[in-house]
């Protein structure tokens, strides 16, 4: 194999896997697929931007190869004219870019005063950020939840975002760009969604080992859906009727659980360190998106959280491994008590 032959194949490998990456049918985390309006004037920008970018590489590119046919050393022929210093062309590849970049700075800065201001609030929510989930909390509604955001269609929503840990980073990649969260800030930040649907999104600051398990949706819905939705998750958790699994995961829970998590009606069940429980059954997902809200995973999650996503919380010491210290049926009782909470 030529010596230029390993580098060329590798090239041509990765040329391929990128390439093959751009066929997928599915992009549920696209920037250049905007649904919202800041996402939509952010891909505007980008677009601006890269096509300054592309003129730019091709003038270059065009230049450099021009030079190198045209200066190619040929037989027999001496050491070619030198020359050193041509203001003229010095002032020019000054002036140029200078000029390229203006052009490019205009619109980038209006457009970062253009949303720091949101148009006319509808709603405000605040959002901690945690190793590694979400927590969402809408002041004007009285509702807490975690990692499943749900926002009215056509609404301006204002963020107030901050962190309970680490710094993490709040990305919609198609209802707008990112924006750290950090402990001890609160950062604003505002979206809209233009049409109904649920929008994936993710934490987007390396955070610890589970940072790409850090997702949430978000669910937009026209209003009326958005109202029932708020209902209810005010609604306080019902308490199951006595003698029932449920009943039997009630009294797990409060021993286990409630120094941690909090379910509205569920007395004592105040904690704070995990997410809100809730309407835990109303969720698609746990643990942050890892995997889909059904009764076997849930199981699996109360058995042994690392099962599922190592190094989180509930993993950790002094918290015992609830496989360790519950029996499978207690285990399943508590999961059909947290299940249930709808
Ligand atoms: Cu939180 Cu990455």
């Given at each position: 194999m030529s010596p230029?032959g390993?580098?060329l194949?590798l090239?041509?490998?990765v040329?391929a896997?990128?390439?093959s990456m751009?066929?997928?049918?599915s992009d549920?985390?696209?920037?250049?697929?905007?649904q919202?309006?800041?996402?939509k004037?952010q891909?505007?920008l980008f677009w601006?931007?890269?096509?300054w970018?592309?003129?730019?590489f091709?003038?270059v590119e065009?230049l450099?190869?021009?030079?190198?046919?045209r200066?190619?050393?040929?037989?027999g022929?001496g050491?070619?004219?030198?020359?050193?210093?041509n203001?003229?062309l010095?002032?020019?590849?000054t002036i140029?870019?200078a000029?390229v970049l203006?052009?490019?700075a205009v619109?980038?800065?209006s457009?970062?005063w253009e949303?720091?201001?949101?148009p006319?609030?509808?709603m405000?929510v605040?959002?901690?950020?945690?190793q590694?989930?979400?927590?969402?909390e809408?002041?004007?509604?009285g509702v807490?939840t975690?990692n499943?955001?749900?926002?009215?269609?056509?609404?301006?929503?204002?963020?107030h975002?901050t962190?309970?840990?680490?710094?993490?980073?709040?990305?919609?990649p198609?209802l707008a760009g990112?924006?750290?969260?950090?402990?001890?800030k609160?950062n604003?930040?505002?979206i809209?969604?233009?049409?109904?649907?649920?929008?994936?999104?993710q934490?987007?600051?390396?955070?610890?080992?589970?940072?790409?398990?850090m997702?949430f949706?978000?669910?937009a819905?026209p209003?009326?859906q958005?109202e029932?939705?708020v209902?209810?998750q005010?609604?306080?958790a019902?308490?199951p009727?006595?003698?029932?699994?449920?009943?039997?995961g009630?009294?797990v829970f409060?021993?286990n659980?409630?120094?941690c998590?909090t379910?509205?009606?569920?007395?004592?069940a105040v904690?704070?360190?995990g997410?809100?429980?809730?309407?835990?059954?109303?969720?698609?997902?746990?643990?942050a998106?890892v995997v889909?809200n059904?009764?076997?995973?849930?199981?699996?999650w109360?058995?042994?959280?690392s099962s599922?996503?190592p190094?989180?919380?509930?993993?950790?010491?002094p918290m015992?491994?609830f496989?360790?210290t519950l029996t499978?049926?207690q285990?399943?009782a508590?999961?059909r008590?947290?299940?249930?909470?709808?």
């Amino acid at each position: 194999m030529s010596p230029f032959g390993r580098p060329l194949l590798l090239l041509v490998f990765v040329g391929a896997l990128l390439l093959s990456m751009a066929c997928s049918p599915s992009d549920p985390q696209n920037t250049l697929a905007a649904q919202g309006i800041v996402a939509k004037k952010q891909q505007d920008l980008f677009w601006v931007v890269a096509a300054w970018a592309a003129g730019v590489f091709v003038v270059v590119e065009a230049l450099l190869l021009f030079t190198l046919w045209r200066f190619r050393h040929r037989p027999g022929q001496g050491e070619p004219h030198q020359t050193h210093g041509n203001t003229r062309l010095e002032i020019a590849w000054t002036i140029a870019p200078a000029l390229v970049l203006i052009t490019v700075a205009v619109p980038t800065v209006s457009l970062l005063w253009e949303l720091a201001e949101p148009p006319r609030v509808a709603m405000d929510v605040r959002v901690t950020g945690h190793q590694w989930w979400w927590e969402f909390e809408y002041p004007g509604h009285g509702v807490v939840t975690a990692n499943e955001l749900h926002i009215p269609v056509g609404e301006t929503v204002q963020f107030h975002l901050t962190s309970a840990d680490v710094i993490h980073s709040f990305w919609v990649p198609k209802l707008a760009g990112k924006m750290d969260v950090i402990p001890g800030k609160t950062n604003t930040f505002w979206i809209r969604a233009d049409s109904p649907g649920t929008y994936f999104a993710q934490c987007a600051e390396l955070c610890g080992v589970q940072h790409a398990n850090m997702k949430f949706r978000v669910i937009a819905q026209p209003r009326d859906q958005f109202e029932q939705w708020v209902r209810a998750q005010r609604t306080p958790a019902r308490q199951p009727d006595p003698g029932t699994p449920e009943a039997a995961g009630l009294e797990v829970f409060r021993t286990n659980c409630i120094a941690c998590h909090t379910v509205d009606g569920v007395p004592g069940a105040v904690g704070k360190v995990g997410p809100n429980l809730t309407h835990f059954g109303s969720r698609q997902t746990l643990a942050a998106g890892v995997v889909e809200n059904n009764l076997q995973n849930l199981e699996t999650w109360i058995a042994d959280t690392s099962s599922l996503k190592p190094g989180v919380e509930m993993a950790r010491t002094p918290m015992p491994r609830f496989n360790q210290t519950l029996t499978p049926e207690q285990i399943q009782a508590v999961a059909r008590f947290v299940a249930g909470l709808r």
